[in-house]
């Protein structure tokens, strides 16, 4: 379920700071942390276009979508398997 892949995904998350923390690389820029995360791992995210998530701002649409839910034309990476879409019920 939906609730299942959020834990998925932050142990990927925690598995990424920790390569970013082995080979050094700064971690101040969480956005950097959660690509990165997302393209190791494509099963795990789904892209929404910054034009699905207008008028707010397109650098924090994630917000939007999790808080509205709806209905949204994704991208994934080449070779991404379709996980069933959560759609929120608000």
């Given at each position: 379920?939906?609730?299942?892949?959020?834990?998925?995904?932050?142990?990927?998350?925690?598995?990424?700071?920790?390569?970013?923390?082995?080979?050094?690389?700064?971690?101040?820029?969480?956005?950097?942390?959660?690509?990165?995360?997302?393209?190791?791992?494509?099963?795990?995210?789904?892209?929404?276009?910054?034009?699905?998530?207008?008028?707010?701002?397109?650098?924090?649409?994630?917000?939007?979508?999790?808080?509205?839910?709806?209905?949204?034309?994704?991208?994934?990476?080449?070779?991404?398997?379709v996980r069933k879409e959560h759609v929120s019920s608000k």
């Amino acid at each position: 379920g939906y609730k299942d892949t959020w834990r998925e995904f932050h142990q990927a998350f925690l598995a990424t700071v920790k390569e970013f923390n082995k080979k050094h690389l700064f971690l101040g820029e969480d956005q950097m942390v959660l690509q990165s995360t997302c393209l190791l791992n494509p099963n795990l995210c789904a892209y929404v276009p910054y034009k699905q998530v207008l008028p707010d701002n397109h650098y924090f649409g994630l917000r939007k979508v999790l808080y509205t839910g709806g209905n949204y034309t994704y991208w994934r990476p080449p070779g991404a398997r379709v996980r069933k879409e959560h759609v929120s019920s608000k």
